[in-house]
């Protein structure tokens, strides 16, 4: 399930607000830059260039910053009760890898105008904050989202891959292109030991169009994730349809229930394919999202 093969089967498939997950850079620029064009371009001076304002070069923290993602380093959970349940284990095993999938219209990587990987500011556990310049904060139902990362032909866990996660709003927005006066909803880190990674987010809403998702890129490594183009790996994980129901029934996801019931996971753009490998699970007693990521 690759993005080319979705986007040539469908090459003229998009939402009904604006988005475009299979589109490629060209067809971006042809939808987003008339209307897009000052905003993106105005935050990705900010996102893109923030080290000149003091902040640090990804590449830089490699040899400085302690492993993200372990007990030890990471900052208190947000919207849990203890760390045990954050790291639900998954049973980790060789098997299929997770698809390759489109970064979509907004991935902040350098690969479509902003590079928010430029910044050492985006190594960080807790997203649902805005750095750099800007300062808000994302509503939303506070969620810990852990992906483990293995080798796909061995099932072993791959330590130190960093793993760049970014997802919409609870209204279904992207930050730096559609909410351009912030960056929140996006970070890098290194898996610890056991593969892991996890962000401290918000559960993410519905827009018209796509299945509720989250995408993410794994690269081997912290010095390798300087831009979207060394991802090792490209991908994008489902959620449970009964669980994103019942969250947006919280008006805070404002369209989101009437989105996702226009929807199906047999009929999305990109899992329609297939979505076994990508379809993750909700505890919503703990507020935990876990995926098993094969590479």
Same mark, same amino acid.
């Given at each position: 399930?690759?993005?080319?093969?979705?986007?040539?089967?469908?090459?003229?498939?998009?939402?009904?607000?604006?988005?475009?997950?299979?589109?490629? #850079?060209?067809?971006?620029? &042809?939808?987003?830059?008339?209307?897009?064009?000052?905003?993106?371009?105005?935050?990705?001076?900010?996102?893109?260039?923030?080290?000149?304002?003091?902040?640090?070069?990804?590449?830089?923290?490699?040899?400085?910053?302690?492993?993200?993602?372990?007990?030890?380093?990471?900052?208190?959970?947000?919207?849990?009760?203890?760390? =045990?349940?954050?790291?639900?284990?998954?049973?980790?095993?060789?098997? =299929?890898?997770?698809?390759?999938?489109?970064?979509?219209?907004?991935?902040?990587?350098?690969?479509?105008?902003?590079?928010?990987?430029? $910044? !050492?500011?985006?190594? %960080?556990?807790?997203?649902?904050?805005?750095?750099?310049?800007?300062?808000? =904060?994302?509503?939303?139902?506070?969620?810990? #989202?852990?992906?483990?990362? /293995?080798?796909?032909?061995?099932?072993?866990?791959?330590?130190?891959?960093? /793993?760049?996660?970014?997802?919409?709003?609870?209204?279904?927005?992207?930050?730096?292109?559609?909410?351009?006066?912030?960056?929140?909803?996006?970070?890098?880190? /290194?898996?610890? $030991?056991?593969?892991?990674?996890?962000?401290?987010?918000?559960?993410?809403?519905?827009?018209?169009?796509?299945?509720?998702?989250?995408?993410?890129?794994?690269?081997?490594?912290?010095? $390798?994730?300087?831009?979207?183009?060394?991802?090792?790996?490209?991908? &994008? #994980?489902?959620?449970?349809?009964?669980?994103?129901?019942? /969250?947006?029934?919280?008006?805070?996801?404002?369209?989101? #229930?009437?989105?996702? $019931?226009?929807?199906?996971?047999?009929?999305?753009?990109?899992?329609?394919? !297939?979505?076994?490998?990508?379809?993750?699970?909700?505890?919503?007693?703990?507020?935990?999202?876990?995926?098993?990521? %094969?590479?």
């Amino acid at each position: 399930m690759t993005a080319t093969a979705a986007s040539d089967a469908n090459p003229a498939v998009t939402s009904d607000e604006g988005h475009d997950d299979m589109g490629g #850079l060209h067809r971006d620029r &042809q939808a987003f830059g008339r209307r897009r064009a000052l905003q993106i371009f105005g935050a990705a001076g900010t996102a893109g260039l923030l080290a000149a304002c003091g902040g640090e070069s990804v590449a830089k923290l490699v040899s400085s910053e302690p492993v993200v993602g372990t007990a030890a380093s990471a900052p208190a959970t947000v919207g849990t009760t203890a760390t =045990t349940a954050l790291a639900a284990d998954v049973a980790a095993s060789a098997g =299929t890898p997770i698809p390759s999938e489109t970064a979509g219209p907004f991935p902040a990587d350098g690969t479509n105008g902003p590079n928010v990987l430029a $910044d !050492g500011a985006i190594v %960080r556990r807790d997203i649902t904050t805005s750095f750099g310049d800007f300062t808000g =904060t994302a509503s939303g139902r506070k969620v810990a #989202l852990t992906l483990t990362i /293995v080798d796909a032909a061995t099932g072993g866990a791959l330590p130190g891959a960093a /793993v760049y996660l970014w997802h919409c709003t609870a209204d279904g927005k992207y930050s730096i292109y559609e909410v351009s006066d912030e960056n929140y909803l996006r970070g890098l880190q /290194v898996a610890d $030991d056991a593969g892991r990674v996890t962000f401290d987010t918000i559960f993410p809403g519905c827009y018209g169009g796509r299945w509720p998702h989250c995408h993410f890129e794994v690269f081997d490594t912290l010095n $390798d994730a300087n831009d979207g183009r060394a991802a090792r790996r490209t991908s &994008q #994980l489902a959620l449970p349809e009964a669980d994103c129901q019942t /969250v947006y029934a919280d008006g805070a996801y404002g369209n989101s #229930l009437s989105n996702l $019931d226009r929807l199906s996971l047999a009929g999305d753009m990109v899992f329609r394919d !297939g979505w076994t490998e990508q379809l993750a699970t909700f505890n919503p007693s703990a507020n935990t999202i876990n995926l098993l990521v %094969r590479v």
